[in-house]
């Protein structure tokens, strides 16, 4: 039952980033230029909920579900997160979409994303096997 729950979650969550045009590379492409508030927009309403809910279960300690969390504090390094923000910027820009984008617009027939989302699962699991010989 909580599968379908999640999985309807997770339709809305698409069919409200489609309608809205959050998937939209031209959209995404006027963000990068300066030329339209309206991802902005998007991004700060995702941010006026998610950081406030994450505040509270950070608080409660505990999952919806009741079971115990735990959020590991985050080392301050600015160099890691420029680097870390240029990369995902360059692949957001050059891709036109960033990672849930990307599965809506499969979901919307844009087959080309598939090779995005096969492309984003590999360089995942190369960052697993490297990870440990990477500076962090």
């Known amino acids: ?25 031209f959209r995404i492409f006027e963000m990068f230029n300066f030329d339209s508030f309206h991802m902005y927009g998007f991004i700060a309403s995702a941010l006026l ?3 406030p809910a994450t505040q509270w279960l950070k608080r409660r300690g505990r999952d919806i579900d009741g079971k115990p969390i735990y959020i590991a504090p985050k080392r301050r390094s600015i160099a890691r997160y ?17 990672p849930a984008p990307i599965f809506v617009l499969i979901g919307a027939g844009v087959k080309a994303m598939l ?11 190369l960052y697993g096997l490297l990870r440990n010989k990477l500076l962090h």
């Open 1 to 25: 039952m909580r599968t379908l729950i999640y999985l309807g979650l997770g339709l809305i969550f698409g069919v409200a980033m489609y309608k809205g045009e959050a998937a939209s590379w």
């Open 49 to 51: 909920v998610g950081l």
């Open 82 to 98: 420029l680097f870390g923000g240029i990369l995902f910027g360059l692949g957001w820009a050059l891709v036109g979409a960033c």
């Open 115 to 125: 090779v995005v989302a096969i492309s984003a699962v590999l360089g995942t699991y």
